[in-house]
């Protein structure tokens, strides 16, 4: 029903910004939960952040809290996920999900874009 797409990965050095973009489909995006999620090989999926229809409702992981910032723009079909201060430990194929609850667990999500590379190396 909703296909995602995401953009924006590449290579950026150690402490520099990366902004991806998850652009969906349809219209009906809007009334969808997104999260951000990210795997690197050997390691299960990881929570990132999401987001509610509710733009106002945004959660965290640990791991990029004060770092990483998600938004979105309805209009647009497309949800935002700004990176700052990247770390080595960043370098995962980040993916963008949709679901009508908003949660950590990637089960959660029925709907997934393909993924972005973010590598941050020097």
């Known amino acids: 029903q909703v296909r995602l797409v995401e953009s924006g990965g590449g290579l950026v050095q150690p402490g520099g910004s990366l902004s991806l973009s998850c652009t969906a489909s349809e219209r009906t995006f809007s009334t969808y939960a997104v999260g951000w999620f990210r795997q690197s090989p050997g390691k299960e999926r990881e929570f990132v952040v999401n987001?509610?229809?509710?733009?106002?409702?945004?959660y965290y992981a640990d791991s990029v809290k004060g770092r990483f910032t998600i938004s979105r723009d309805n209009a647009k079909l497309t949800v935002y996920l700004q990176m700052n201060n990247l770390k080595p430990e960043d370098t995962a194929v980040y993916y963008c999900?949709?679901?009508?609850?908003?949660?950590?667990?990637?089960?959660?999500?029925?709907?997934w874009g393909q993924g972005t590379q973010v590598t941050v190396s020097s």
């Open positions: 987001i509610s229809w509710n733009p106002d409702n945004r």
């Open positions: 999900a949709a679901g009508r609850a908003l949660g950590a667990d990637p089960r959660m999500y029925p709907y």
